[in-house]
DNA sequence: GCCGGGCGTCAGGATCCCGTCAAGACCACC
DNA sequence: GGTGGTCTTGACGGGATCCTGACGCCCGGC
């Protein structure tokens, strides 16, 4: 189970009750750390708890990031009570929403509900173009409806690109997740297999419309290219 | 979709705004006429909005009367507000628990949470393909309609594949639920009984359909492959 | 015009992984 | 004590995958 608030007291309140409650906790204090601790391959949450007033993401940018491969439930907390907020989180694919300040006995019967109910339905997990599809939850590829083999290095590197759509992923950022701290600098790993995914993905690999690269950043996944010039 | 409240107005204004947001409303005023409803074949609900103040029975025994063998969501209403009363509710098998008086959108949001997580499907005890058939209750596998005899580690690891259907299954998930955490490392069993799985299978094991190999990731349980070629 | 950095491409060889087979260990039952 | 079935373990060959270095291209700076 992984826990996202800012506060540190409540974080240290929500470890220590859910740990007496039985449950594996992991702990994030923002939007970043939480989706990092989330993919990571180890920790893997069955539930995340998420507060919606983080430092440095929005609370929803959060749960944007994790729906698109994470099924399992997520709870929202938020000191927002307004109906349109509840109702955005809601949709946005929360499960629960509980306001500050709770109960935490009712926080913990609705964690067990949630559980009880188990994941949500895997066809969520997709990310979508026009051209392929990414089933980050079935690790699947599938170019023209036809799917496609993708080794596991080319998998890692897919799937960290396809999890931030839109933004620009630094090439030390993805070599380290994708092969470790001490391959910060094998700059050239990253080209070999950008061209084999552009290979296998892209329309026309020469011309890249949705693998993009930044030279001397990094490379930039995008869900709607624009269409190709003519 | 079927709402149990003694409340006529309040009955008639959630049947109106339910059957505008596209869903089908069936009521009942009290707890016996909601069991025989919710019962009723021809209705079967695929959720139940659910008033705990009931005239005839208690909500929670409308709940547990509900819940041996309703699967889907129940969303409880109540004017209770007390923590102690929301425990009981959701570890009765309520699935969220709103306070009247509630805003009409938040609803409408909380029950599409609910539905989206899909009626938690109990898995047809069934998975058919076109060569063999799993019965996941009767622990039963059958090659051209000729039972098939498998032993207990070959069933473990085929019903682990067969419940993620399309879903690659990674090899440390595998072992782990077969052999036990301890186990992670012996990627060899695992090639041991894929083989022997195949072989009892498959149409063709040293080519197959049903059952693939990603190499390095885990493997696969495909329950349409495409054709064969040649 | 020259130069260097960064990128895409390609191909070859080392390494890892998988399928296969078979022999031994273990267990339950007779 | 014997027997059959099941599970482990090791070894081997073939194939896929990964790493690596070399080359050419583009572009901006000098």
Redesign the pocket.
Known sequence: MLVVDDDPQLRRALRITLRAAGFDVVTAEDGRTALAEAAAAAAHPDLVVLDLGLPDLDGTEVLAGLRPWFTGPVVVLSARGDSSDKVGALDAGADDYVTKPFDMAELLARLRAALRRGTADPGQAQVVTDHFTVDLAAKQVTVDGVPV?L????WALLSELVRNPGRLVG?RELLQSV?GPAYER???????Y??QL??KLEPD??H?RYLH?????GYRFLKDPPPPVG
Request: no cysteine; proline share 15%.
């Open positions: 083999r080794t596991p290095t080319e090439q092969w094998e700059t050239n790993y990253l080209r070999v950008l061209a552009r290979r690999p020469a890249p690269t930044e030279p001397g950043m």
